[in-house]
């Protein structure tokens, strides 16, 4: 995984997720590529969304960044949460669109409660209540009331990724700052 250089940090660490069974699905993205590389990049993630046994959909490019671009993916261990992800991005209800989509991708009940009603932690309190590698690896906004059950998901996929692939482990550390 730690050659997917295409990929985001955080989403190499979105597709460990899913292949550790710690999330059913996830979004993923490129890091910023130019036009003419994009060909070559939908090649390489094909290949190894393939060789992980993961079922994916290119969901969208963007390309706010111009002339570059971003690819986005919709990535799942089996095809029924691919289309669980594809159903909640067709809500056009915000609420609905944000419960829908955080049960499809694994996150915890409580937390998509607490983002959809507003009572998530704020940056300060993250700051505060989390380790340094809890944020490292914080891939939802845990709720004010559920915090501290939410964060075991996250200490139970940083654990997994130290253990497997330590380079990305560090490098995760590395971007979070205190």
């Known amino acids: 995984m730690e050659s997917a250089t295409e990929l985001t940090l955080q989403s190499r660490i ?4 899913v292949i550790l069974d710690i999330k059913p699905a996830s979004l993923v993205c490129t890091d910023l590529i130019q036009p003419g590389q994009v ?3 939908k090649e390489r993630i ?3 969304l393939s060789r ?3 079922v994916y959909k290119l969901s969208g490019a963007d390309y706010q960044n111009e002339p570059f671009t971003s690819l986005w993916y919709n990535v799942a261990k089996t095809q029924e949460f ?3 992800m594809q159903d909640a991005q067709d809500h056009k209800n915000i609420n ?3 419960d829908t989509l955080g049960k499809a991708l694994g996150i915890p009940d409580s937390a998509v409660k607490g983002f959809v009603s ?3 932690l704020s940056q300060d309190e993250i700051r505060a209540k989390l380790t340094r590698e809890d944020r490292a690896f914080m891939f939802f906004m845990p709720s004010a009331d559920g915090w501290e059950s939410e964060v075991g998901v ?3 996929l940083a654990a997994k990724i130290k253990e497997i692939s330590p380079v990305l482990y560090t490098e995760a550390l590395s971007q979070v700052k205190d």
């Open 39 to 41: 060909p070559i990049a």
């Open 52 to 54: 992980c046994n993961l």
């Open 14 to 17: 979105a597709i460990l997720a």
């Open 154 to 156: 996250i200490r139970n």
């Open 46 to 48: 094909r290949e190894l």
């Open 118 to 120: 507003g009572k998530k």
């Open 96 to 98: 609905e669109y944000d």
């Open 82 to 84: 691919l289309e669980r």
